[in-house]
T-cell receptor, first 113, second 116 residues
Framework: ELKVEQNPLFLSMQEGKNYTIYCNYS?????LYWYRQDPGKSLESLFV?????AVKQEGRLMASLDTKARLSTLHITAAVHDLSATYFC?????????????FGKGTKLSVIP | DSGVTQTPKHLITATGQRVTLRCSPR?????VYWYQQSLDQGLQFLIQ???????AKGNILERFSAQQFPDLHSELNLSSLELGDSALYFC???????????????FGEGSRLTVL
């Protein structure tokens, strides 16, 4: 059974600081996704990582994937208040077929002025 | 706006009752996924349909059922409701028609179910 672990689960950081969220998963996969969720809202897709060594950046967020270590990171650079949200990583099974994703528990990020 | 439409947005009902949640996927998407989000269980995959047929099943209770219709919209039926069924239910669709298919899921706004 695929398990996805995120840490930390809660993160309070000051504006302007850098931090990294970690996502470990238990079985082989080459499909890793990051989503953002604001309170009571839908999940917004941030990054799709489909190969070992993949790195994607959007604004102050950068995501990477190491399939050998079964690890993805979401790095936040110079945080701003607008980044406050819950961030989920999700892993898909390898191979063709169903694309149901297994989600981590999420990291609730609070950026404090 | 992801293009995935869910109704109703909010639903309050009593224990023992039955409700139906509806989802319209993005135009052209053949796959529909249902997820349940609760504080204690997080985001749990329930079931997937592809072009009208069940494709994968997750942690879906026997009291719950789903189907996908010829026009590709899907319904999730929840019966004999219990207090613990209170949650946010999300529908997502995936772009199987895009090349390459990244497997990215696009989520609707969710249906918040409260069982009293």
């Amino acid at each position: 059974e695929l398990k996805v672990e995120q840490n930390p689960l809660f993160l309070s950081m000051q504006e302007g600081k850098n931090y990294t969220i970690y996502c470990n998963y238990s079985t082989t996969s080459d499909r890793l996704y990051w989503y953002r969720q604001d309170p009571g809202k839908s999940l917004e897709s941030l990054f799709v990582l489909l190969s070992n060594g993949a790195v994607k950046q959007e604004g102050r967020l950068m995501a990477s994937l190491d399939t050998k270590a079964r690890l993805s990171t979401l790095h936040i650079t110079a945080a701003v208040h607008d980044l406050s949200a819950t961030y989920f990583c999700a892993v898909g099974p390898s191979g063709a077929g169903s694309y149901q994703l297994t989600f981590g528990k999420g990291t609730k990020l609070s950026v404090i002025p | 706006d992801s293009g995935v439409t869910q109704t109703p947005k909010h639903l309050i009902t009593a224990t023992g009752q039955r409700v139906t949640l509806r989802c319209s996927p993005r135009s052209g998407d053949l796959s529909v996924y249902w997820y349940q989000q609760s504080l204690d269980q997080g985001l749990q995959f329930l079931i997937q349909y592809y072009n009208g047929e069940e494709r994968a099943k997750g942690n879906i209770l026997e009291r719950f059922s789903a189907q996908q219709f010829p026009d590709l919209h899907s319904e999730l039926n929840l019966s004999s409701l219990e207090l613990g069924d209170s949650a946010l239910y999300f529908c997502a669709s995936s772009g199987v028609l895009t090349v390459p298919n990244t497997g990215e899921l696009f989520f609707g706004e969710g249906s918040r179910l409260t069982v009293l």
